[in-house]
């Protein structure tokens, strides 16, 4: 009996987890499986999940729920689920949706093929999530990783080590671990000879990149050998502590041109009071500090960062600093959430949980004022010429373009298809909140 299957993959979270589903369709599609974009055509649906959001795990659940109707008219359907809550639950998702056949963990990624075989020869259902936390598992992994488009995304280092109060990454991707540098370079080189342009090093916290494990490179040396391959025309890197932020890599902005003029630094709060209790290890001053060397480096660097809003105990006070330092930086962009509890991490134990209806209130007035913001850093860029790389097709309509600048902005210009993957000079006429338009010159 051929186990060759139609996949259909869904993904909840954050671009470790959109990387984890592309290694795993292609992995799948190696082993003669075929990606389809609608569940019902599939015999094998896998769920991708996420902890760290808003009430996740339920949103988890229930999707899961949604396709046991799907494997009642469909028995020979294979439902698995991985990802972060797939990793923290293990076992227990069996018996919380016993209509689930596999169950993967973030760093067995790897092994579904095999589990798939498996279940469709013997029809037993596998749970599979240790952590073997060790660089060969690493290789495995990311042997398959493909470019979308002209970008693509290159994991540099799994799991983290800070175990900021609120989060529960520490806990289901495990402690931190560095890829060999020439493993990353090789890796990134045969995506730039099929066509890739532009590489994002990814990782939880890219700044303690070669702590542990690696080669003797730290993450400096790592972006500047990356750099150095020809035809790659652009580095990005996410994510950052910024405990860990380094001069060195600062003034790497100066220095290296492919690396584009972009950081994504968290913030989470303005005040030391509730960043003390986050286990953050930085005072907002660290944090301005840091701000203020990289705009020494280049002016208008673009500075993007993530902001909770109402941790537990969140006074006015607390709130007024973050606005307040908000207003200190001015961030092009931000991801703003309310804290949700995760089970099993510090904060979770915490007392001071905030009422619904304020928690709601703070997140917009946070989000009005970072709208002022990201439109006011936009439109600085009217008027300016910049090199877009073109992404391809843009929503805006027929005979338009996208793209981005070296600053991350998405820009959509009219132009022709064979441009994608090279980079244009283009003119910003206009600009909005989320993207910009502009003309070719
Ligand atoms: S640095 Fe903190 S927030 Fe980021 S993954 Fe690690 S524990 Fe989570």
């Known amino acids: 009996m051929t186990t060759e299957r139609r996949f259909y993959i869904q993904t909840f979270g954050c671009q470790m987890n959109d990387h984890d589903s592309t290694t795993l369709a292609d992995l799948l599609a190696a082993q003669g499986h075929v990606q389809v974009d609608d569940a019902d055509d599939a015999d094998l649906i896998l769920v991708n999940t996420c902890t760290v959001r808003d009430k996740a795990d339920q949103k988890a659940y229930s999707q899961l729920g949604r396709y046991r109707f799907l494997k009642e008219r469909k028995p020979e359907l294979i439902l698995g689920v991985g990802g972060c809550m797939a990793q923290g639950e293990g076992r227990r998702v069996l018996s919380r949706a016993p209509f689930v056949d596999l169950v993967f963990g973030t760093q067995t990624v790897h092994k579904v093929p095999d589990m798939v075989r498996r279940i469709s020869e013997r029809r037993r259902r596998m749970v599979w999530v240790e952590m073997p936390n ?67 090093l990814l990782g939880q916290n890219v700044n303690s990149y070669g702590q542990k494990g690696g080669d003797g490179a730290d993450f400096v040396e790592l972006v500047k050998k990356v750099a150095g391959i020809e035809k790659l025309l652009r580095v990005r890197f996410t994510t950052n502590h910024p405990k860990d932020l380094s001069d060195s890599f600062i003034e790497l902005f100066a220095q290296a041109p492919k690396l584009m003029p972009h950081i994504h630094l968290p913030l989470q709060s303005g005040s030391d009071r509730i960043l003390n209790l986050m286990n953050r290890r930085y005072t907002t001053g660290d944090y301005f500090t840091l701000i203020d060397k990289l705009r020494a480096v280049n002016p208008d660097i673009a500075i993007t960062s993530d902001v909770i809003v109402g941790f537990p105990g969140e006074s006015d006070e607390d709130f007024e600093a973050t606005l307040a330092a908000m207003k200190r930086v001015v961030f092009d962009g931000m991801f703003s959430f309310n804290y949700s509890p995760r089970r099993g991490t510090r904060a979770a134990e915490l007392e001071g949980a905030l009422p619904k209806e304020l928690l709601k209130a703070r997140l917009a007035e946070l989000q009005t004022l970072q709208k002022e913001h990201g439109l006011a850093k936009n439109r600085r860029w009217i008027g300016e010429t910049r090199p877009v790389l073109v992404e391809g097709r843009s929503k805006a309509g027929e005979g338009q373009l996208m793209g981005r600048t070296p600053e991350n902005k998405i820009v959509n210009f009219a132009g022709e298809a064979q441009w994608l993957g090279s980079e244009v000079l283009v003119e910003v006429t206009d600009a909005g909140v989320n993207s910009m338009v502009g003309v070719v010159v």
């Open 134 to 200: 060790d660089s060969e598992a690493m290789e495995v992994f990311y042997a398959h990783t493909r470019g979308q488009g002209p970008k693509a995304f290159v994991t540099v280092m799994q799991g983290c080590d800070n175990y900021c109060s609120y989060c529960i990454v520490p806990y289901v991707r495990g402690s931190e671990l560095s890829r060999p540098s020439d493993d990353i370079v090789k890796e990134v080189e045969r995506l730039v000879s099929d066509g890739v342009r532009e590489v994002t």
